[in-house]
Each structure stands twice: as C-alpha cells, then as structure tokens.
C-alpha cells in the first residue's frame, strides 16, 4: 500500500521535474542571445547547455512507465539549473521579448 503512494508521489515529482525542464531549455532558446549579456547573465550557450544537460540526466531519471527511474530522489535536484533560470535569468530577459517579434526587441505589438 505505502509503496504504491511513495511510487505515485515519486512518479508525479519527476515527471513535473522533467517538464519543468523541457520549458526552461525551450525557453531559453526563443529568448534573443544578446539579451542574456545584455543583462549581465552567462551566454546563451552555456544556458542551453546547462538546461540541455539538465533535461537530458532529467529524461533518464523518470520513474517507470515513462522512464526506467535510475536516479531516484537525485532526478530532483537535477532539475536545479532550471529552477535557477526561471528565478534569476528568465526575469531578467522578459524586456527582450522572445527573440520572433515583428517589431524587434519588445515583444508586444
């Protein structure tokens, strides 16, 4: 019984880890490479790296169905990077915009 909740909760965890994740990469990679300098953060290559590194080990770490579960509680704090990304440097890159706008650099039409 306990056993299938504390699988239930760990399969809940790393599948919003990984997909949390997933959205930091992607999102880091609309945003325009100059805004990440711009603002004083590290490149958008280390960026990229970093959060691709991070959903990759992440995507190792899913529990069964969806993953074969080798990190245990560890693909959790895999998920750091992205969490770090989304308090400091998303902020950050906001007034740039996404990097597709029309009317260049802000995002609004």
């Not at 994740?21 to 992607?26: D, P, Q, Y």
């Not at 999102?27 to 603002?39: G, K, L, V, W």
């Not at 790296?49 to 895999?78: D, H």
Request: net charge positive; aromatic share 14%.
């Amino acid at each position: 019984m306990f056993a299938f909740i504390q699988h239930a909760i760990m399969f809940i965890l790393t599948t919003a880890c990984f997909a949390i994740e997933v959205w930091a990469l992607v999102d880091a990679s609309r945003r325009p490479a100059r805004a990440f300098t711009a603002e004083g953060k590290r490149t958008k290559k280390f960026w990229l790296i970093l959060l691709g590194a991070s959903t990759l080990v992440g995507f190792l770490g899913l529990e069964p169905p969806l993953g074969a579960g080798y990190l245990g509680l560890m693909a959790l704090f895999i998920a750091i990077p992205a969490f770090i990304y989304f308090a400091d440097v998303r902020p950050a890159l906001k007034p740039y915009g996404s990097g597709n706008s029309p009317r260049g650099n802000t995002g609004t039409w």
